[in-house]
């Protein structure tokens, strides 16, 4: 299984940047997504997470209402809308994929490399 994601950069405070993570080497639509951040010094943290069907979407309270997680079972691909950004949202975004509870670290068993979003205030 391999995951890429890709999207990151550099935005000022309020912006907007969209995260992708395209999914090969097994059935996408049988797995739930989720992404999970790591800023530097602090452990990884989840961010939101996406039923395999796409019915159900879990968010971590820092980023209700402003980051949105949408996935494309015919292209096997992800997404992260994360809109209102602030500076607090600098880390490292994962993409994960596997199945449990959503917003556990262990629910996931194979992780992307990472993109880097850098928020300036």
């Known amino acids: 299984v391999q995951l890429q994601a890709s999207g990151g950069g550099l935005v000022q405070a309020g912006g907007s940047l969209r995260l992708s993570c395209a999914a090969s080497?097994?059935?996408?639509?049988?797995?739930?997504m989720g992404w999970f951040r790591q800023a530097p010094g602090k452990e990884r943290e989840f961010v939101a997470a996406?039923?395999?069907?796409?019915?159900?979407?879990v968010y971590a309270d820092s980023v209700k209402g402003r980051f949105t997680i949408s996935r494309d079972n015919a292209k096997n691909a992800v997404f992260l809308q994360m809109n209102s950004l602030k500076p607090e949202d600098t880390a490292v975004y994962f993409c994960?994929?596997?199945?449990?509870?959503?917003?556990?670290?262990?629910?996931?068993?194979?992780w992307g490399q990472g993109t880097l979003v850098t928020v300036s205030s």
């Open positions: 994960a994929q596997g199945m449990g509870v959503m917003d556990l670290y262990d629910s996931y068993d194979y």
């Open positions: 080497g097994r059935t996408f639509s049988d797995y739930n």
């Open positions: 996406i039923h395999w069907s796409g019915s159900t979407t």
